[in-house]
């Protein structure tokens, strides 16, 4: 493992580690301010206990820092904006476009992921996996993916997360100074479907209606015929192919 500095950042770098997020968990109680990353994972974790498919090259990080539990909605939104504008960055020609709540999808494949874990003391973890090289493909891939590579651009994953870290710090500025309502201002021009039929895959159902937008807690608006239902959490199927 090496110990570097990014920024302000204190940043260890592992060969191996099950999981990014694991270890930045396990460090929180004497750490503040922390990036992990590892050049290998094997047993990355997805939301809702799935997993992440974690191939050598590509990236995965974890991000352990203060944050107000009050504000953990926000960051969400503050996290896909700035990877959304990370990846159109590297690859200004492609349709680059957030999936509620903050997949990013290029030329509506899923190129990266965000798992955020609280602990108390008012510390986060953001978990962020980014297809660099390779991404999976098969049965238990629920969302067509792809990477960058497959995109046409070989970056470095170092590279990748030291363009993101400038963007997350941007980001996270103008939340600090504007606050939410900018946040979904940026992230609403970036989303993509809204207007359009969508479908929200819940745990034990599904919903089909059309995409609003978010309300001030993040949440996701749907219009089902005459009403307004809101959703804290599932995951979202377009039904037109292009936005
Ligand atoms: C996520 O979950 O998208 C959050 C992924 C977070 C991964 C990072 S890597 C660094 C850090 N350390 C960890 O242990 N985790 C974090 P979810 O929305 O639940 O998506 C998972 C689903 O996406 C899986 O069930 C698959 O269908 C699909 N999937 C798995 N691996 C993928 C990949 N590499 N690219 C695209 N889709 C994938």
Do not use: C
């Amino acid at each position: 493992m090496q110990i570097k500095n990014l920024n302000s950042w204190k940043w260890l770098d592992y060969n191996e580690l099950e999981s990014t997020n694991d270890e930045a968990l396990r460090l929180s109680e004497n750490e503040d301010k922390l990036i992990v990353t590892s050049k290998v994972q094997t047993k990355g974790k997805g939301r809702l206990g799935r997993k992440w498919e974690s191939f050598d090259g590509n990236l995965f990080m974890s991000i352990l820092m203060t944050w107000s539990m009050s504000e953990n909605n926000a960051l969400v939104f503050i996290i896909s904006v700035a990877l959304q504008q990370t990846v159109k960055k590297i690859l200004p020609q492609a349709n680059v476009k957030i999936k509620w709540p903050n997949d990013v999808l290029v030329n509506d494949k899923k190129i990266s992921g965000i798992l955020i874990e609280a602990r108390e003391q008012g510390k986060v973890v953001i978990g962020i996996g980014v297809n660099i090289k390779k991404s999976p493909q098969g049965e238990n891939i629920i969302y067509p993916t792809t990477s960058l590579f497959e995109e046409g651009i070989n970056i470095d994953r170092v590279d990748f997360m030291k363009n993101f870290i400038s963007s997350f710090e941007e980001i996270k500025d103008v939340y600090l100074k504007k606050g939410m309502a900018e946040i979904i201002k940026i992230w609403q021009a970036e989303a993509k479907g809204i207007g359009e039929k969508i479908k929200i895959k819940l745990l034990n159902n599904e919903k089909i209606g059309v995409f609003k937008g978010i309300d001030n807690n993040g949440r996701l608006i749907l219009d089902i015929s005459d009403n307004t239902e809101v959703f804290n959490a599932g995951d979202v199927f377009f039904t037109r192919k292009k936005n």
